[in-house]
Each structure stands twice: as C-alpha cells, then as structure tokens.
C-alpha cells in the first residue's frame, strides 16, 4: 500500500476548463495545489501529423497507449475527449461563447418525466465569463473574405439568418490590439510559459482540432495553467486518479496512477501508485472523466445521492457535410470553398429557442468547420473510382506517345491530370450544429465500464429543426447535403458532453448544489461538464470555466479546512477468521442468485424493491465446497466455503470473491427456524474492501413456502472485511433470488471435492434433508411465528445491520 506523506489545500483532478480555472484561482489565493493531469504535457511543435505518430496517438493505457484522442463508442453516440495538460481546449475549436440568457431554464419538462432546471442564471456567470475572457483574450475572425467564411455569410443571408463571428481564443496578432499577422511571435504574458518554446501566431492550416503545433490557440496550458504555475501550483502530468475517498481527519484522501514518461525496453509503461491528501477536492476531469470517478467511489462517497451519472447531453452535437458547391446551378463553375483555410470556425448561425419565441422548439447553432490542409490529400485519394480513372487515362496518353514514336519529354500536364482538380475538397464545407437536446440521458458503469444510456429519439424534433436548416444552407451554396454516415443509424458524435453530476436545487435533484459543492460530501466539488445541468447550446467552454470561476470564489470565501488531530489507537482486537476446514472427503456444488439492490439502504426489502426501480441489479456465482462433510455435518455452524464472483455494476461489475463462507441449515434464535448464512469478502474497482453478509430463513409458515424461504437471500453490504461475529457499517441492501433454471442447473453440478466422491454426495443430501424435514415437519418444536403473507418480507430479520450471526461462516 503506498505510504501517505503528503498534504496539500486542495488537489484539482483533470487540467480542463473547469480544472485548470480553479488551479489558477486557489494558487492566486495563496492555497497549496497539486493538479493530477492523466496524460502528457504537449509544448508547440509535438502533436502527431505523420500515420505513425498518429497510430499512437489515442489513450488507451491497457493496450500501452498514452496519446491524446480519448475515443469512445456507446450505444447510441460516439465521444471524442482529449487527455493532456490542456484538456479538451487542446483539441476544440476555440469558439468561446456565452450561454444565452433565456436559455437557462427552469422546471422545463423532460419527455420521459422529470425536468431540465438551472439553478444559477445569466446574472450570476456574468463577472465569471469577463474574468475567462480577460484571460483566454478572444477575438473574432480578423480574415473575414476567408472563402468559407463567405460563402456561410452569404447562404445566411439568402436564407434570412444572422450570422455572426464568435470569439476565438487564437493569437493572430502578437498582442492583444495589434494588427493580424501571420507565423509570428507571440508576446510572452507576465505569468510565462511552462512550455519554455515561442508561440506563433495563427497560420490559417485548419489544424485547431488536431493540437496546434504552432502555439497560436490561446489553450488552457499556455494561459490558466501557466499562471497556476507561476503562483506555485504543482502541476503533474501522466497521473490518472483512481480513487477518492474522505479522511478520517478531515479532507480526502486521493489515490493516482503515475504512468512512466517513457516505456521500458518492451514497450510498457511502469505504473506507480501514489497517494496524497487535501482538505479540498475539485472535479474537472470532464464529463466522462468526473461521472466515471464518482461511479466507481460509491462506496468511498455513499452520500453523493441517486442523481450521479443523470442529465447526460451531448450539447446536441451534429455533424453534416454541403459537397460540391457551386456559384450557380448545376451548370455554373464550381465554388472554392477551401474548408482548409482559416481556423476551424469563423462564422455561425444561431436559430432562436422556443423561450426566445413562441413555437420555435428547442434553439440551436450552426457554424461552418474545417480540416486540416493534409487531409485533402487524404480524401482525394479515397475518391477510389475518380484516381483510377485518371491514372487510366494518363498512362494511356503516355503509352500512345511511346507507339506513336512521338517526341513528347514534357509530361507535367499529364501529371497535374494525374492529380486531378480536388473538387470534392475544395467545393466542400462541413457544417456543426450544436444546441439544447434533450438532456435525458445517463451515463453508468457496465461491467466496470464506462456506459452510456441516450438515444436521439426524444430529441428528434430539435435533430430535424437543424438538418432543415442545413439542408437549406446546402442549397443556397447549390451544394448537396450530405449525413454523417452514423446518422443513418441515429447515432451521433460528441465531442461537447455534460451532465453526469448535475447542479441541482436539492440531493434528490442533482450531486452538486448551485456552488458546484456535493450535498452529502462537503470540500467536494465538480468544476467541470459534468456538472452542467443541461445543454449550453453554444460551444460550451467559456460557461464551463465561468462556473468554475464563481464556485472556487465561493470556496474561497470560508476559511481553508483544518486537519482535525489523528484519532487515538486502541488496543480494540477484531477476531481473525477460523482457518478452513481441513479437507477430507467432501463435496461441492456451484449456486447462483440474482436480484436488485440499492446503496444509501439498510432494509433489503426496501434496497430491492428501490434497485428494481433503477435497475441496479446485484448477482453472484458461488461454488460452495464442504471440505469434509462428516465434520461439516457435525459441527453446529456447518461451515462451508464459498469462491466465486459477485457481480453489481454499482460497485463496479465483476468482482471476484477473495475469500467467502456459507453456513447451512444453523439454528437461529427463533424456536423451529434455521438460517443459511452466506459472508463474502471481495473489493470495488478501486480496490476498497467491502463484505456482503447474506442470510435465507427457513421455517415452516403456512402455505407452500420451502421453494421461498430456500430461494430467498436477503443481503446487506458493508465497508471493510468483516471477520465472522462482527458488524459492519452498512452501505446498502437488497434481495437475492434462485430463479427456477438456475435452479435446475445446480442440481447438475453436485461433485465430490478433495477424497470425495458419490458417498460424500450421499452424506450431503441426508444432511440436507434431514434439515429440512426438522424445519418444516417438527411444528412442535416451533413457537408460532406471524402467517401474514408479506412476512417474509418485513421480518425485522430482513435487516441484516441488527441480524446477529452465528458461528465461524456469519
């Protein structure tokens, strides 16, 4: 385990937008500052543009890979974040504008129930988004006869829209003021550089999605986290936190991965634990980052309440394509474009809300893209028909020359026919659209991975609003609209998504109150997209560190936490575990269970009836094993040992059992009832152990009730290895069942263990029966106990916190 020896005010996790603000805005303050960045630092000069640097640039660290695309493919979306110090302004487009004013709504119903609520309005981002602007220092567009900047203005204008320049954060001049120029150096601000390279200012290559190799895009590493930086904020890169819990003297305690810098002689990364301490946490590893981190700690932060990983949006993100534009119709020279030139947006078009009119649906934006110069290259030559023709017809022509015995040296005609017009990019204009969708989606963990529940169709009216409006601009620029290709099947790419920790009016609501502050963990707060309510609209960057930036002041406004002294030691002993039975001849069989169970509950009644209504669903696969069934049968806690898995994808998916018992058939404190006890040990994805105690009741109630009372596990889970005879504290309940199949199924996989064979089976099944026949045949020995049908299911019993075990196995 790594040794704590470190302590900071407050550790930042991620270096996005939100992250990176409140770095700079604790450092400034004077507050001690660790930021954990999981991927690598990128100076000007060192993103990948050759194939082989760009096949390693992707994040994947179980396959080795460190790069920045952080690529992912759910159900019914594709995400693309980065990872780099930097976050995602190292790939974004630099459009930084304000959340429209109406546009923060409140109680706005949400088609599967529920509503879009914002708990913070215009007025209160305000001072925050001058704050952001006056550092990230955006302007618009200086080149405005830019062809696609042009060409978009004008369809605009033929269709009757406004358009605009939206600020971007890109250097084209020097300093602030100064007149546009080209691949020059940038002034240095008062803060530095941690990058220690010049920048220079923007070359118009369309490459702002890719990394921008020459310093021109004012990102976070070149302005926020510079001067977090320069006041003393300790800013470590290739550090992925796996695990966030609170301190028992106050603060958390935060545990990272610190990959190597550079792989070993066969191609691995070493990996280093580490762990540090803070009286402050701040949240800003982005959406998918945060939500994931806040899922897989559930059981470190119990009181984070029922809203986490809700409110998932995709900012209405859509991607379409104008091809082949035109001056005129069809029969008119074709319209350079040149969606290569120019940063990647320069010019959008904003489509007013139903809050802004009556009748108008839900608002939007669509603003022209670009792509990087070298990826005409790239598209031409897929153009497989069109390249092979015109190889076709240049050979010909050369051959023919060569028989005609035509002196014909020069070729560079046929060469540049060889290369052809590059129509297709050149007349081409990808169109982003992005506003209010209908943010109704959740993110999850899905066999410990990161999963994503959203779908396009409650948001079809918004999606077809904006494809209209983009087929209209295909038109004016007599061009053909064209779809994604992952539309055709109603999926869409983001590379804005919000929500997963949402600011809420209330626990019930949201993870975090209007502060970014979580309501059941205070010093606990989440600065990035996660926290987002709903959709911004607009490209949602500039609300994001406005948000940050009012929540770290508000922070800043109590004093620091104080480390409370360490708890004193006692000499309080807990009981080792009775070694295992020492195998003879025994036997086992293999059972499996499933039900529903819900974290935050103590009853398993209510925990199952709960985890049924949010599908949280808890199952595990044991193998029981009596090592000796003679002296399983003659010892009164009849202690068996279980291994196998426990699956909850709450906890984190499958997890194996470290070590388990089941006790059968043991008699309880209650005349004519026995138990069958069940304690496994195993540990989440983060690696905090934790115990599920399990018991069946089996007694003889009126009616047919053996099937029920044998199939019926009721459940609690509690922190820690809690050693047989000891409690624990509870952090959740449920209720398992066999289902008939399984059921069927087990009865198949009887077979003798160790020295065992058909005679230990035989034993087991007397012993079986015998139990059975003094539970349910002996009504003498019993006292009566309550008939009512739903007995079994409020049996103070049924809560296991006050359920006393018994023997070695409880």
């Excluded at 053996?706 to 309940?733: F, K, N, Q, V």
């Amino acid at each position: 385990m790594p040794h704590v020896n470190e302590h900071v005010d407050a550790v930042v996790v991620g270096s996005g937008f939100g992250a990176s603000v409140s770095a700079y805005r604790l450092a400034e303050a004077g507050r001690s500052v660790v930021l954990l960045e999981r991927g690598r630092a990128y100076p000007p000069g060192s993103f990948a543009r050759t194939p082989y640097d760009m096949s390693r640039a992707f994040w994947e660290p179980k396959d080795e890979l460190f790069g920045l695309f952080d690529v992912r493919s759910f159900r019914k979306l594709e995400g693309i974040v980065s990872a780099g110090l930097g976050g995602g302004s190292l790939i974004y487009a630099n459009v930084l504008l304000r959340k429209d004013e109406r546009w923060f709504v409140h109680d706005s119903p949400l088609p599967g129930g529920g509503y879009e609520n914002w708990p913070i309005g215009r007025d209160d981002l305000d001072r925050h988004y001058d704050a952001a602007e006056q550092m990230l220092t955006p302007v618009p567009n200086p080149y405005p006869n830019l062809p696609k900047s042009r060409a978009l203005r004008e369809a605009a204008e033929q269709l009757g829209l406004e358009s605009f320049a939206p600020p971007l954060a890109v250097s084209f001049s020097t300093r602030p003021g100064a007149a546009p120029q080209q691949k020059q150096v940038i002034e240095e601000a008062p803060y530095g550089n941690i990058h220690g390279i010049p920048r220079l200012t923007c070359r118009l290559i369309g490459e702002c999605d890719l990394g921008c190799n020459e310093g021109a895009k004012n990102t976070l590493d070149h302005t926020y986290l510079s001067a977090a930086a320069h006041h003393g904020a300790d800013l470590r890169t290739n550090a992925e936190v796996t695990s966030i819990a609170p301190h028992p003297r106050g603060g958390y305690e935060v545990r990272y991965t610190k990959y190597a810098s550079i792989p070993d002689s066969a191609g691995h990364y070493e990996r280093t634990e580490r762990v540090i301490t803070c009286g402050q946490v701040f949240l800003g590893a982005g959406t998918f980052g945060t939500t994931a981190l806040l899922l897989r700690n559930r059981v470190n932060l119990p009181a984070l309440g029922r809203a986490v990983g809700m409110r998932f949006s995709g900012n209405g993100d859509l991607l379409t394509f104008c091809v082949g534009g035109r001056t005129s119709r069809a029969s008119g020279p074709v319209r350079l474009i040149d969606p290569n030139r120019g940063p990647v947006i320069t010019t959008a078009i904003r489509r007013p809300d139903g809050v802004d009119e009556e009748g108008a649906g839900r608002g939007y934006y669509v603003q022209e893209a670009g792509f990087p110069e070298f990826a005409n290259w790239l598209v031409e030559a897929a153009q497989v028909t069109s390249s092979v023709r015109r190889a076709a017809n240049v050979v010909s022509q050369i051959v023919a020359h060569r028989l005609a015995r035509r002196n014909e040296s020069t070729i560079s005609g046929e060469l540049s026919k060889l290369i052809g017009e590059g129509r297709l990019t050149a007349t081409s204009l990808p169109l982003l659209g992005m506003g209010r969708d209908t943010p109704d989606g959740r993110i999850m963990l899905t066999d410990g991975e990161l999963d994503v529940e959203w779908s396009t169709a409650t948001s079809k009216e918004y999606f077809d609003a904006m494809r209209a409006t983009m087929k209209d601009i295909s038109e004016k620029l007599d061009g053909r609209f064209r779809d994604n290709p992952l539309w055709w099947t109603k999926r869409v790419v983001t590379v804005h998504p919000l929500g997963g920790a949402p600011m809420g009016r209330h626990v019930h609501e949201g993870v975090v109150d209007s502060w970014n502050e979580s309501f059941g963990h205070p010093d606990l707060f989440v600065v990035d997209g996660s926290a987002v309510p709903g959709p911004v609209g607009p490209n949602p960057s500039l609300t994001i560190a406005a948000m940050a930036d009012r929540a770290v002041e508000h922070a800043l406004e109590r004093a620091k936490p104080v480390r409370r002294r360490a708890p004193r030691a006692t000499d309080e002993k807990t009981a080792a575990p009775a070694p295992d039975p020492t195998p003879g001849r025994g036997m086992e069989f293999t059972e499996q269970m499933k039900g529903f169970f819900t974290l935050g509950e103590s009853d398993p009644a209510a925990g199952f009836r709960l985890g049924r209504q949010l599908s949280h669903s808890f199952r595990f696969r044991l193998t029981i094993t009596a090592p000796d069934v003679q002296t399983f049968a003659e010892r009164p806690d009849h202690t068996a040992t279980a291994e196998g898995y426990v699956h909850c994808d709450l906890l984190g998916g499958e997890l194996p059992v470290s070590r388990g018992w089941a006790n059968l058939f043991v008699a309880a404190d209650q005349a004519g009832t026995r138990e069958m006890q069940y304690r496994l040990w195993f540990s989440d994805l983060t690696g905090s152990p934790l115990t599920m105690y399990g018991f069946k009741t089996v007694r003889d109630d009126p009616g047919l009730d053996i099937w029920r009372d044998t199939s019926t596990l009721y459940i609690t889970l509690m922190r820690g290895h809690i050693p047989p005879g000891a409690s624990g504290e509870p952090l959740g309940a449920g209720i398992l069942r066999i289902l008939p199949l399984d059921f069927a199924r087990q009865i198949t996989t009887f077979r003798g263990a160790h020295a065992g064979g058909v005679g230990s089976i035989a034993r087991f099944g007397g012993f079986f029966m015998k139990s059975v026949i003094d539970a349910y045949l002996a009504p003498a020995r019993r006292a009566p106990v309550d008939a009512s049908p739903t007995a079994h299911l409020d049996d103070p019993k049924a809560d296991a916190r006050s359920h006393a075990p018994i023997g070695t196995g409880a």
